[in-house]
């Protein structure tokens, strides 16, 4: 048998922490997590999270239900919830920041930006023709390049258009969709 090593370890947390999510309803007296945490939240099937320029740790929500919101913002140090910003009722991307705005892509084609240090929603735009992908699209984060926000739409079954859609940072405005010959097949980096 081989022996457990420092690197299988460090690949099992990422697992073992999104296993565990969902069971922030156990007391301390029933679960404790193997490794030190500072704090938890209480944040209903969370996407990845990103730090802020405000200091603040923002968190998309793959939640489908209207009461969670679609992006929240979390205090580093206490975990407490500073802001939660509604969208709608379909699962958000993980969030991409700027020095402004966060930015979360929904299932149901709708973009939106914060303000990341208040969660006062800045501006939605909309991507056509996603709502049909059944069961929907794989949703990764927005990318920030320059003033463009750039949104990657691929369908998880060949039932939507897979593209690349820009719009711009301050306003929202749509300034390019480039149609793309295959589905993404991973997160794309700016």
């Given at each position: 048998?081989?022996?457990?090593?420092?690197?299988?370890?460090l690949?099992?947390?990422?697992?073992?922490?999104?296993?565990?999510?969902?069971?922030?309803?156990?007391?301390?007296?029933?679960?404790?997590?193997?490794?030190?945490?500072?704090?938890?939240?209480?944040?209903?099937?969370?996407?990845?999270?990103?730090?802020?320029?405000?200091?603040?740790?923002?968190?998309?929500?793959?939640?489908?239900?209207?009461?969670?919101?679609?992006?929240?913002?979390?205090?580093?140090?206490?975990?407490?919830?500073?802001?939660?910003?509604?969208?709608?009722?379909?699962?958000?991307?993980?969030?991409?920041?700027?020095a402004d705005?966060?930015?979360v892509f929904?299932?149901?084609?709708?973009?939106?930006?914060?303000?990341?240090?208040?969660?006062?929603?800045?501006?939605?735009?909309?991507?056509?023709?996603?709502?049909?992908?059944?069961?929907?699209?794989?949703?990764?984060?927005?990318?920030?390049?320059?003033?463009?926000?750039?949104?990657?739409?691929?369908?998880?079954?060949?039932?939507?258009?897979?593209?690349?859609?820009?719009?711009?940072?301050?306003?929202?405005?749509?300034?390019?969709?480039?149609e793309?010959?295959?589905?993404?097949?991973?997160?794309?980096?700016?």
């Amino acid at each position: 048998m081989v022996p457990w090593t420092r690197r299988d370890t460090l690949t099992a947390l990422p697992t073992l922490a999104v296993g565990l999510s969902g069971c922030s309803g156990l007391s301390d007296e029933q679960y404790s997590l193997p490794v030190q945490t500072a704090w938890t939240a209480d944040l209903m099937q969370p996407a990845v999270g990103v730090h802020s320029p405000a200091d603040m740790i923002l968190v998309g929500s793959r939640s489908p239900f209207d009461s969670d919101p679609i992006v929240s913002g979390l205090d580093p140090v206490s975990g407490d919830t500073e802001w939660a910003a509604p969208g709608t009722s379909e699962p958000s991307s993980p969030v991409a920041v700027d020095a402004d705005h966060a930015y979360v892509f929904s299932k149901t084609g709708a973009v939106f930006a914060f303000d990341h240090r208040t969660g006062n929603r800045i501006w939605e735009a909309s991507i056509p023709r996603v709502t049909q992908a059944d069961p929907g699209v794989v949703q990764f984060a927005p990318l920030v390049v320059d003033d463009i926000v750039v949104i990657p739409v691929s369908g998880t079954e060949g039932d939507v258009v897979d593209r690349l859609v820009g719009f711009t940072r301050s306003d929202g405005a749509k300034t390019f969709s480039v149609e793309l010959p295959a589905s993404i097949s991973g997160a794309p980096a700016s």
